[in-house]
């Protein structure tokens, strides 16, 4: 199983970026997809998920509101729109997977993905 994230970059406050979580070599027929971020010195938070039909979707406090998670099921891929962006959501962004479609438990990762919001 491979993820790969993209779609990071430098944008200013108030703004918005996609990110894409490309999944590769997965069977499974029930996972769970997150996104999340770490900024150095800070735990890594959890930010969003979705499960494998798209239809369940859970948010953190921290986003809920501002980032939307979708998935194209056809490409393989999951999204995290982000609009009205803080300096606060400067981080590396990761997807993962959780195979067994639930817990908190994630069993593959992305390389992450540099977001930089200037103020």
């Given at each position: 199983?491979?993820?790969?994230?993209?779609?990071?970059?430098?944008?200013?406050?108030?703004?918005?970026?996609?990110?894409?979580?490309?999944?590769?070599?997965?069977?499974?027929?029930?996972?769970l997809?997150?996104?999340?971020?770490?900024?150095?010195?800070?735990?890594?938070?959890?930010?969003?998920?979705?499960?494998?039909?798209?239809?369940?979707?859970?948010?953190?406090?921290?986003?809920?509101?501002?980032?939307?998670?979708?998935?194209?099921?056809?490409?393989?891929?999951?999204?995290?729109?982000m609009n009205?962006?803080?300096?606060?959501?400067?981080?590396?962004?990761?997807?993962?997977?959780?195979?067994?479609?639930?817990?908190?438990?994630?069993?593959?990762?992305?390389?992450?993905?540099?977001?930089?919001?200037s103020?």
């Amino acid at each position: 199983v491979q993820l790969q994230a993209f779609g990071g970059g430098l944008v200013q406050t108030g703004g918005s970026l996609r990110l894409s979580c490309a999944i590769s070599g997965l069977t499974a027929s029930t996972y769970l997809t997150a996104w999340f971020r770490q900024t150095p010195g800070r735990e890594r938070e959890s930010l969003a998920t979705i499960n494998r039909s798209g239809v369940r979707k859970n948010y953190s406090d921290l986003v809920k509101g501002r980032f939307t998670i979708s998935r194209d099921n056809a490409k393989n891929t999951v999204y995290l729109q982000m609009n009205s962006l803080k300096p606060e959501d400067t981080a590396v962004y990761y997807c993962a997977v959780n195979l067994r479609g639930w817990g908190t438990e994630y069993h593959h990762w992305g390389q992450g993905t540099l977001v930089t919001v200037s103020s």
